[in-house]
């Protein structure tokens, strides 16, 4: 049987919400639920940026919180001031290049946090009744997770809520180990769960590290587009707005213990997606067809480089009703006409240590 929330004055924290996926997940629930308090939790490391939210801010039902998941009694005095009915919980070191260089970072934050996330909702909402039979009524914690802890697909099929977990890169066995930690404490204490594993996510506010903003930005600039390998690496790509219409929908109707796929339907090899942007880009900027195809550059591939990701959302669809809206070029267009437009964005988070990465990385 499907849970449904109270949505009756609940207070909702959403962890990472100045990120990308993040601020377009609070941006929709503080819109679409006025009668709900929403809760931004994010530490504003290098990829938390709270410009992604000038929009929200005014909202009177939403509130920011700067603070991390790794502190426990940072935690604890934020479940006592907002006394949060519902966890969604999005913060994470995302990016797998960065996670190869420092795994560590990635087992404190989406392990280590992911626990301490836990035990700081568990503690609240278990205070005041008997530590055996905690009362969990109308709570719930949703984990956000990845389709990368499935590991590589070959040509055919597609990774399903059954797939057996195989990470590859240090950044989806962090993601793999928080999605055993949250079913843990589902088992162990009762603790009323959801989790979805999402493929690639693209649109605006996507930090410039990722394949779809870093291409768009360096045709801007008139550098180098670099494809790791062959380029012939196919990845499924989700309208980050889709995205936050799933995770609603989920939230409001998954079933306890479940876990979701989230896919686009939009598979793409990544030359041909890269060559794609290109053809969208010379025909914003008015320039000839192929300008931007010529600062293609194959390089290195990286360690541990799965090949194929492709998601089957079909138990989505038949259980809760919900599916894609965006097509791929419509999508591919809007974001490129939004970092288009955005400039002063990008040159902001661009800047600091991002932009002493970026250099290093695609000088």
Same mark, same amino acid.
Not at 14 to 30: D, E, L, M, N, W
Not at 309 to 334: C, H, M, Q
């Given at each position: 049987?499907?849970?449904?929330?109270?949505?009756?004055?609940?207070?909702?924290?959403?962890?990472?919400?100045?990120?990308?996926?993040?601020?377009?997940?609070?941006?929709?629930?503080?819109?679409?639920?006025?009668?709900?308090?929403?809760?931004?939790?994010?530490?504003?490391?290098?990829?938390?940026?709270?410009?992604?939210?000038?929009?929200?801010?005014?909202?009177?039902?939403?509130?920011?919180?700067?603070?991390?998941?790794?502190?426990?009694?940072?935690?604890?005095?934020?479940?006592?001031?907002?006394?949060?009915?519902?966890?969604?919980?999005?913060?994470?070191?995302?990016?797998?290049?960065?996670?190869?260089?420092?795994?560590?970072?990635?087992?404190?934050?989406?392990?280590?946090?992911?626990?301490?996330?836990?035990?700081?909702?568990?503690?609240?909402?278990?205070?005041?009744?008997?530590?055996?039979?905690?009362?969990?009524?109308?709570?719930?914690?949703?984990?956000?997770?990845?389709?990368?802890?499935?590991? @590589?697909?070959?040509?055919?099929?597609?990774?399903?809520?059954?797939?057996?977990? #195989?990470? *590859?890169?240090?950044?989806? $066995? +962090? /993601?793999?180990?928080?999605?055993?930690?949250?079913?843990?404490?589902?088992?162990?204490?009762?603790?009323?769960?959801?989790?979805?594993?999402?493929?690639?996510?693209?649109?605006?506010?996507?930090?410039?590290?990722?394949?779809?903003?870093?291409?768009?930005?360096?045709?801007?600039?008139?550098?180098?587009?670099?494809?790791?390998?062959?380029?012939?690496?196919?990845?499924?790509?989700?309208?980050?707005?889709?995205?936050?219409?799933?995770?609603?929908?989920?939230?409001?109707?998954?079933?306890?213990?479940?876990?979701?796929?989230?896919?686009?339907?939009?598979?793409?090899?990544?030359?041909?997606?890269?060559?794609?942007?290109?053809?969208?880009?010379?025909?914003?900027?008015?320039?000839?067809?192929?300008? @931007?195809?010529?600062?293609?550059?194959?390089?290195?591939?990286?360690?541990?480089? #799965?090949? *194929?990701?492709?998601?089957? $959302? +079909? /138990?989505?669809?038949?259980?809760?009703?919900?599916?894609?809206?965006?097509?791929?070029?419509?999508?591919?267009?809007?974001?490129?006409?939004?970092?288009?437009?955005?400039?002063?964005?990008?040159?902001?988070?661009?800047?600091?240590?991002?932009?002493?990465?970026?250099?290093?990385?695609?000088?």
């Amino acid at each position: 049987m499907a849970k449904t929330i109270n949505n009756q004055q609940s207070t909702i924290l959403i962890t990472g919400g100045a990120g990308f996926i993040g601020s377009h997940v609070v941006r929709h629930f503080a819109q679409k639920y006025p009668h709900h308090k929403i809760v931004n939790l994010d530490a504003l490391t290098y990829a938390g940026n709270l410009e992604n939210l000038r929009d929200v801010e005014p909202s009177p039902n939403y509130f920011f919180e700067k603070g991390d998941i790794r502190d426990a009694v940072f935690l604890k005095n934020l479940f006592e001031k907002h006394q949060p009915d519902s966890v969604i919980h999005l913060a994470a070191e995302s990016h797998v290049d960065r996670s190869i260089a420092n795994p560590l970072a990635f087992v404190e934050t989406n392990v280590l946090g992911t626990v301490t996330l836990l035990n700081a909702a568990r503690d609240s909402w278990a205070r005041g009744n008997s530590s055996r039979q905690p009362d969990f009524e109308g709570k719930r914690f949703y984990h956000v997770s990845t389709d990368e802890v499935y590991g @590589s697909l070959g040509e055919e099929g597609y990774f399903t809520e059954e797939t057996r977990y #195989d990470p *590859r890169s240090p950044y989806s $066995a +962090s /993601k793999a180990a928080s999605d055993h930690f949250v079913r843990a404490y589902f088992h162990t204490y009762g603790l009323p769960v959801v989790l979805s594993n999402c493929s690639n996510n693209y649109g605006p506010n996507h930090f410039p590290e990722k394949l779809i903003p870093l291409v768009i930005n360096n045709i801007r600039q008139g550098k180098s587009l670099p494809v790791y390998g062959d380029g012939q690496y196919t990845r499924d790509w989700l309208w980050v707005k889709d995205h936050a219409a799933a995770i609603d929908t989920i939230f409001h109707q998954g079933r306890d213990g479940e876990t979701y796929n989230i896919g686009g339907n939009n598979e793409w090899k990544n030359i041909d997606l890269v060559r794609k942007l290109c053809d969208i880009m010379d025909e914003l900027l008015g320039q000839p067809v192929g300008t @931007s195809q010529s600062l293609i550059t194959f390089v290195k591939d990286r360690p541990g480089h #799965d090949r *194929r990701y492709a998601i089957d $959302a +079909s /138990k989505l669809k038949n259980e809760l009703g919900w599916e894609p809206t965006v097509k791929s070029e419509e999508g591919f267009r809007e974001t490129a006409k939004w970092y288009l437009e955005n400039e002063a964005w990008l040159a902001h988070v661009l800047s600091g240590e991002y932009q002493r990465y970026y250099e290093q990385q695609y000088r």
